[in-house]
């Protein structure tokens, strides 16, 4: 059986309990052994970390030490995924640089704040992840973010939709899911998620389920690629999302 660990708290704005619920659920569904802790020290036990299958952080505005981030870190190198969404994920942790290098990106504005009607646009690649998802509106905050240029991008929104010291600028198109490697763990994240009633849209939730799973399958492929190479077989790559 598969187990994940997901840590939540953090600003309650956010709902991190109801969310971690909500990811409780799917990851139960697949058959997944899923814990849910309220505490930071939930990352202090490297060895259990590395055992895991799943991390799933839900903490917003938090301060973290160096030594439960390099914990995180080193479990993710070695195979663990790691998937959130919204500011429990890319939100989490302002003061931790190497949090930020691990997950992709970093929450920098909300223009207009909560309640911005705004478009997710699909972007169609070889992913498997947003398989036949069209786009789809969503009233929610509309996160601008600094994106790690390494990521893979599998939607995105339209930035400006309301005014602000940004809307002089071209248009920009920010990711808003994404896909990256750390180490040869899996990195999932989807900035949609404010609350738990965005997470329960029909596209958000199926998103979520998919990145969750997908984030789940690191350890395992990377099993089978070190088998390929000690084999002599093809390499099947670890730059897809598959």
């Not at 981030?69 to 190497?98: L, T, W, Y």
């Amino acid at each position: 059986m598969k187990k994940a660990l997901i840590v939540q708290g953090g600003w309650q704005g956010h709902q991190p309990k109801e969310v971690s619920e909500i990811f409780r659920g799917l990851l139960e569904e697949a058959g997944f052994e899923a814990e849910v802790s309220d505490t930071l020290e939930a990352f202090a036990d490297a060895g259990k970390l590395r055992g895991l299958d799943l991390i799933v952080p839900a903490w917003t505005m938090g301060e973290i030490t160096k030594d439960l981030v390099k914990n995180v870190s080193e479990a993710v190198q070695s195979g663990v995924g790691i998937a959130g969404c919204h500011g429990g994920m890319c939100d989490a942790f302002r003061n931790n640089v190497d949090w930020q290098f691990m997950t992709g990106g970093q929450w920098v504005a909300h223009p207009g704040n909560d309640g911005v009607e705004y478009v997710v646009n699909i972007k169609h690649s070889s992913s498997p992840l947003v398989e036949g998802i069209e786009d789809f509106t969503v009233k929610s905050e509309q996160y601008y973010l600094h994106v790690d240029p390494a990521v893979e991008v599998l939607a995105t929104t339209r930035f400006p939709v309301v005014p602000g010291p940004h809307s002089l600028n071209k248009a920009v198109d920010m990711p808003v899911i994404w896909t990256k490697r750390w180490g040869v763990g899996r990195v999932f994240y989807c900035s949609l998620g404010h609350q738990a009633n965005i997470v329960e849209m029909p596209q958000v939730k199926e998103i979520m389920r998919r990145g969750l799973l997908w984030a789940a399958e690191g350890k395992l492929a990377a099993a089978r690629d070190a088998g390929a190479f000690a084999t002599g077989a093809a390499y099947t790559g670890m730059g897809d999302s598959n």
